[in-house]
């Protein structure tokens, strides 16, 4: 599939030519990634800031979702994590947002998933229903980028993506979401396990079929997850993030352009409301 001009009338400037490549990735396997784009340094600060946010999120009702059984889902502020400037300022960040959602890309999510102990292998799925202007013109609308927080190893329930298939669609898809049990053969054929380590940034489709599989080790997986949406998405309507007007003040412009979120005197903890009822039972 060749990639997405950008149209005329956005007046985009012109991206990093270095993101082409990750552009025809995402509209061929559906994921792409760039590696060490953080030191191990700056993800060793975001995942205490992930731990601390985890810790406060579980200590309230409401604070974290269940992804399955001992896999959970926390929405956060970005004035959460020390780094969200350095992470949605990145270049290579800015670079692709711009070049396959258009100029005018929102920022819309900022969370983090933890598969802990125990957790089991997820149903295959996409996070949301495809969109209509994927369906009709086969333009995505959206884009998920991924910062593990640890060095990802074989037995701490990696994340799976069965690439190429962010097009795939059909009325058997349970909820838009949840493709039927007799697809998973040519899922499990497609598989491949992803292995990032710290400082590695990958951006994907939701909308490429994908699952946690099982964490086999006693130790946690965190995942940061930023959500971008281009003009026409409406995944902001899911999410419940805002930044206090002291932290927007000290944000560079071409950061406020992209943010889309209320500027508030003081935080509220957020109520998880992005549930996804067919993870929580997990594979069974």
């Not at 957020?270 to 067919?278: L, P, R, S, V, Y």
């Amino acid at each position: 599939m060749s990639t997405r001009p950008a149209r005329s009338e956005d007046a985009a400037p012109t991206p990093d030519p270095d993101v082409a490549g990750n552009v025809e990735a995402l509209y061929t396997d559906g994921v792409t990634a760039r590696k060490g784009a953080f030191a191990p340094d700056w993800v060793d600060r975001l995942r205490e800031d992930v731990e601390t946010a985890f810790e406060e999120a579980r200590s309230r009702p409401g604070g974290a979702v269940g992804r399955g059984p001992h896999r959970y889902y926390v929405e956060i502020h970005p004035e959460q994590i020390r780094g969200f400037v350095d992470l949605v300022d990145h270049p290579w960040v800015r670079s692709l947002c711009t070049a396959v959602l258009g100029p005018d890309y929102r920022i819309v999510e900022l969370g983090f998933d933890v598969p802990l102990e125990g957790a089991v292998n997820q149903p295959w799925h996409r996070d949301f229903p495809m969109p209509e202007e994927t369906r009709a013109e086969r333009r995505l609308t959206s884009l998920a980028f991924n910062v593990t927080c640890v060095d990802t190893e074989p037995d701490m329930g990696p994340f799976e993506i069965a690439p190429g298939t962010q097009w795939d669609d059909g009325p058997e898809f349970d909820h838009g979401m949840f493709p039927p049990r007799s697809h998973y053969p040519r899922y499990e054929q497609r598989a491949v396990r992803k292995f990032p380590r710290r400082g590695d940034i990958s951006a994907r489709t939701a909308l490429t079929i994908h699952r946690g599989t099982r964490n086999e080790s006693a130790k946690s997986r965190p995942v940061l997850v930023l959500g971008v949406d281009g003009p026409e998405a409406d995944n902001a309507e899911r999410h419940d993030a805002a930044v206090t007007r002291a932290f927007w003040e000290t944000l560079p412009e071409r950061v406020r352009r992209h943010l889309a979120c209320p500027v508030v005197d003081e935080l509220t903890p957020i109520t998880q409301k992005h549930t996804i009822e067919g993870l929580v039972m997990g594979d069974a």
